[in-house]
């Protein structure tokens, strides 16, 4: 019999599409897919980000900050497409078949956990933008990081389509006058985005979360 694959202290990301059974079903899935070819090209893992059952997806990350950096580009790319929702776990995984990509282990129980938690959170009033929540076992977890990326939910939440694409530049390390011939705008009506937006704050802040360990 072949030995078990075993991930040990790394981090699952499972993420479900809010509200998707009202959304256009095909135009959705291809764009999801093409943002998950995106993220996987983008961010390095240990189990490439892929669809799953129903709208799920999910995918396992060495740290915590790898993790939280492949559920902001999805969801930055999937911008004016889907609203989605993340649930994090810090443990282990055991890749029970690889071929039909079987897993489980505490870090899928508590991905499974974050994402319920914060369906359930997002209900309560002035929690409206929560789409993000973190449980980690692992011995070197970061325990503010729960509440640290629901600031980041909340700026989000604040911003408009076009505003979160420049951010999305940003993060990519596009310069302004790129951003801006992307956009379609000139290069002073995307640094008055940025600078609107506090978006430099803003992708500042996702690049130190994104190098947790």
Same mark, same amino acid.
């Given at each position: 019999?072949?030995?078990?694959?075993?991930?040990?202290?790394?981090?699952?990301?499972?993420?479900?599409?809010? +509200? @998707?059974? @009202?959304?256009?079903?095909?135009?959705?899935? @291809?764009? $999801?897919?093409?943002?998950?070819?995106?993220?996987?090209?983008?961010?390095?893992?240990?189990?490439?980000?892929?669809?799953?059952?129903?709208?799920?997806?999910?995918?396992?990350?060495?740290?915590?900050?790898?993790?939280?950096?492949?559920?902001?580009?999805?969801?930055? $790319?999937?911008?004016?497409?889907?609203? *989605? !929702?993340? +649930?994090?776990?810090?443990?282990?995984?055991?890749?029970?078949?690889?071929?039909?990509?079987?897993?489980? +282990? $505490? #870090?899928?129980?508590?991905?499974?956990?974050?994402?319920?938690?914060?369906?359930?959170?997002?209900?309560?009033?002035?929690?409206?933008?929560?789409?993000?929540?973190?449980?980690?076992?692992?011995?070197?977890?970061?325990?503010?990081?729960?509440?640290?990326?629901?600031?980041?939910?909340?700026?989000?939440?604040?911003? !408009?389509?076009?505003?979160?694409?420049? *951010?999305?530049?940003?993060?990519?390390?596009?310069?302004?006058?790129?951003? #801006?011939?992307?956009?379609?705008?000139?290069?002073?009506?995307? @640094?008055?985005?940025?600078?609107?937006?506090?978006?430099?704050?803003?992708?500042?802040?996702?690049?130190?979360?994104?190098?947790?360990?």
């Amino acid at each position: 019999m072949a030995r078990m694959k075993v991930f040990s202290e790394c981090v699952a990301l499972l993420v479900d599409v809010v +509200g @998707s059974r @009202s959304s256009a079903r095909q135009e959705l899935h @291809s764009a $999801t897919l093409a943002a998950i070819d995106d993220v996987n090209a983008h961010v390095t893992h240990l189990d490439p980000l892929r669809v799953t059952v129903g709208d799920e997806l999910q995918g396992v990350y060495r740290s915590l900050g790898e993790a939280l950096t492949a559920s902001w580009w999805l969801r930055l $790319t999937l911008t004016g497409t889907a609203d *989605l !929702r993340v +649930g994090l776990g810090g443990g282990q995984v055991r890749v029970i078949d690889a071929e039909r990509g079987i897993q489980d +282990g $505490t #870090a899928w129980w508590l991905a499974r956990e974050a994402i319920d938690g914060v369906e359930e959170l997002a209900e309560e009033t002035g929690y409206g933008s929560a789409r993000t929540a973190i449980r980690d076992d692992r011995s070197h977890a970061t325990p503010a990081a729960d509440a640290l990326v629901r600031l980041v939910d909340a700026h989000l939440g604040r911003l !408009r389509d076009g505003s979160r694409r420049s *951010l999305h530049g940003l993060l990519a390390g596009l310069d302004n006058a790129a951003v #801006a011939e992307r956009e379609g705008i000139t290069a002073s009506a995307n @640094s008055q985005r940025v600078s609107r937006g506090d978006l430099r704050i803003l992708a500042d802040s996702m690049t130190a979360l994104g190098r947790l360990p």
